[in-house]
């Protein structure tokens, strides 16, 4: 059991490229997040998802984009990366609005 | 505004030592509040969750208070160990009809030192 798991680990961008990162759970949850991780800043949101094809936006959604065709994975895109899209980013999932949210081990990701 | 205010920002103990972390919570309506830790590198994990009935919980050397009136958590950690060392996060679910978002607060950072 795989739990949450984000693809890459890892990734360095030069500004204005694009990329994707994925996430996907095994757990059937309905509700998936992203976040993004700043140092003293805490985890802000960035866009959720409460279901298979619905999307909305959280804290932070400026300058990302998500997707979720399947049940299992929710997408995150950076059109165009920009040095302040520096950051770790974490995926997470849950079954519904009272229980335990899972946590992905991170992407961290440099633009420069 | 939901919010989550936790304190101390960071902590340094003596191994063996215990400790206590903040927080304070106004996130309306409640549903649950849930303490994670997080070590370096790695997403959060839950360590254990309170609910709006419950006002201690025990789980091993950690043990989580909840004072619904004052709207405030705690967690004590007992006879600290190096692998303690990690940011510990309150979370709180909110029950409110379309409340699908958590609302985190900043963390304590926990350092346990030989």
């Known amino acids: 059991n795989a739990g949450v798991t984000q693809t890459p680990k890892f990734r360095v961008l030069k500004t204005g490229q694009s990329m994707t990162l994925l996430c996907a759970q095994d757990?059937?949850?309905?509700?998936m997040y992203w976040y993004r991780q700043d140092p003293g800043m805490g985890l802000r949101l960035i866009h959720y998802s409460v279901g298979e094809g619905t999307t909305a936006k959280g804290e932070v959604p400026d300058g990302y984009n998500v997707s979720r065709l399947k049940k299992q994975n929710f997408l995150l895109g950076l059109e165009s990366a920009a040095p302040s899209q520096t950051s770790v980013y974490f995926c997470a999932s849950r079954e519904d609005q009272s229980t335990e949210a899972f946590f992905g081990q991170g992407t961290r990701l440099t633009v420069v | 505004k939901n919010q989550v205010e936790q304190s101390p920002q960071s902590l340094i103990i003596l191994e063996g030592k215990n400790c206590t972390l903040q927080?304070?919570?106004?996130?309306?309506?409640?549903?649950?509040l849930r303490w994670y830790k997080q070590d370096t590198g790695r997403g959060p994990v839950s360590l254990t969750i309170m609910t709006f009935s419950e006002n201690t919980k025990s789980n091993g050397r950690y043990t989580a208070t909840l004072d619904a009136d004052t709207k405030q958590s705690s967690l004590h950690i007992t006879a600290s160990q190096l692998s303690d060392s990690a940011s510990y996060i309150c979370?709180?679910?909110?029950?409110?009809?379309?409340?699908?978002?958590?609302?985190f607060g900043k963390g304590t950072k926990l350092s346990v030192i030989p």
């Open positions: 757990m059937n949850h309905e509700y």
């Open positions: 979370v709180v679910s909110s029950s409110g009809a379309g409340s699908y978002q958590l609302t």
């Open positions: 927080c304070n919570y106004t996130v309306s309506p409640f549903s649950n």
